[in-house]
């Protein structure tokens, strides 16, 4: 693998949240959230889709924008932001499904299906987390 | 028998090869995506857009999904075929074959392919081509379905011929006694001797 393609796959090439270093307080692995730290793991993605897949939002979110800012000025992505922004605050309590059904009309995919409307979907998940300690993490007294 | 035509709209169908998951469930999502469409529109879907969904579909997924997929069906423009490959590429062609037969299936359609033939030709070419690739390739399957489309309705031929090498195998495979022949017996007695003996009383009442 040619070394100046595996600096764009590593997986802090990305600032996308979840794929962070695993540091919880104090600047140490955090292992009873994370689980057991490999430095492999931490690197390189498992997947060659893993980095692809979990930026695939992002990124047609981006291209958009930037196809709109071009054509439309500068306004026109600004007061869509905004009005994601907005409609992406719009949850239940932490440990609930939201339907985010605002941020879907909004973003079109309203209309479609999707593996992520099949597969692992929320709804059907077994486990559910703790209530007092996410609302709790959540509010930050935790 | 596994089907391997694939609803996808009442005027579009989709012959499915590799993965068969893969296949089935990217047509399912397919179908889904174009069955909202049409009630949101309320119009009959094209092909160029089932195409264009799975185009983006799998190549957004790198060829990770299997499916090699030939689309077919009659729309307000007219009848196509398309074929779209697992990493989202595209051919539009008057006869495709794909899937692990289609070199054999090819040399068929190559052959006596012409435009506009009659319905019953098209049938017997579509036949030989399937059987071609059934008899010359290993993953290739027995029977042949053969689902025709057009302007009135959809025909879906199933099994438009069965395979003629029918299982044959006994199942039972007893033999009578004396099939062995037995050279020498031997009859060794086992003395059992009483060791111990404890009564224990049930209440039958």
Request: glycine share 8%.
């Amino acid at each position: 693998m040619n070394t100046r393609g595996l600096r764009s796959q590593l997986k802090d090439s990305v600032p996308v949240t979840g794929l962070a270093p695993q540091a919880g307080a104090y600047g140490v692995q955090d292992t009873m959230r994370r689980g057991f730290s490999s430095v492999k793991n931490e690197l390189l993605p498992s997947h060659q889709l893993e980095l692809s897949e979990k930026n695939f939002q992002l990124n047609q979110d981006k291209m958009n924008f930037s196809t709109l800012r071009n054509i439309q000025g500068l306004h026109a992505p600004l007061k869509l932001q905004m009005e994601y922004r907005a409609a992406r605050q719009i949850q239940r309590l932490p440990f609930l499904q939201s339907s985010n059904l605002a941020l879907d009309t909004l973003r079109g995919s309203d209309d479609s299906i999707g593996f992520e409307d099949i597969l692992n979907d929320p709804a059907t998940s077994e486990v559910m987390g703790e209530p007092h300690m996410m609302v709790e993490y959540k509010l930050g007294l935790l | 028998m596994c089907a391997k035509i694939h609803y996808i709209a009442p005027n579009i169908y989709c012959c499915g090869a590799g993965t068969a998951a893969d296949t089935e469930k990217t047509t399912e999502i397919l179908s889904s995506n174009l069955t909202i469409f049409s009630m949101n529109s309320g119009r009959n879907p094209r092909l160029i857009m089932a195409a264009n969904i799975l185009q983006d579909m799998l190549f957004r997924y790198k060829g990770q999904i299997g499916a090699h997929l030939i689309l077919g069906g009659v729309d307000c423009t007219g009848s196509h075929l398309y074929t779209v490959g697992p990493y989202g590429s595209m051919d539009k062609k008057p006869y495709l074959a794909m899937g692990s037969g289609d070199l054999a299936a090819l040399g068929i359609l190559e052959d006596r392919f012409k435009p506009n033939m009659e319905m019953e030709d098209a049938k017997t070419l579509v036949r030989d081509a399937i059987h071609a690739g059934i008899m010359s390739d290993l993953c290739s399957g027995n029977n042949i379905d053969i689902c025709v489309i057009t302007r009135e309705g959809v025909d879906y031929i199933r099994p438009y011929q069965e395979s003629e090498y029918k299982d044959k195998r006994q199942r039972k495979y007893k033999y009578k006694p004396g099939t062995t022949p037995v050279l020498k017996e031997n009859v060794v007695p086992l003395e059992i001797q009483l060791v111990e003996e404890t009564v224990q009383r049930m209440d039958t009442a």
